[in-house]
């Protein structure tokens, strides 16, 4: 079983920052691209970026320089880094993954919450 488990998000007023963490862990043997998607309330759910094992990123136009992803190979852990936070920024976000268990598949976070309001 894969559990991905994400944190790192609240109320933030506009123009801060937060930083999101997901943490693969249980039976997965080896990870390929991992991302963040959000859902905004009455909106369907977006990419916001991803990153290759490799290192390429990939991010939504509307977080273009705003937003960074990373991730830590060895800890099996994604990471975005997002400054300069607008309100159209508050949504649920979640964690993916593209992993190995018995055969690729797509895992998904619990969800946190991220709210940018003054």
């Known amino acids: 079983q894969v559990q991905l488990v994400e944190s790192g998000g609240g109320l933030v007023q506009p123009g801060g920052s937060l930083r999101l963490s997901c943490a693969a862990s249980g039976s997965i043997i080896s990870i390929r691209t991992m991302g963040w998607y959000r859902q905004a309330p009455g909106k369907e759910r977006e990419l916001v970026a991803t990153?290759?094992?490799?290192?390429?990123?990939n991010y939504a136009d509307s977080v273009k320089g705003r937003f960074t992803i990373s991730r830590d190979n060895g800890k099996k852990m994604v990471y975005l880094e997002m400054n300069s936070l607008r309100p159209e920024d508050t949504a649920v976000y979640y964690c993916n993954v593209r992993g190995l268990e018995f055969s690729w598949d797509d895992y998904w976070g619990q969800g946190t919450q991220v709210t940018v309001s003054s």
């Open positions: 990153i290759t094992r490799g290192g390429s990123t």
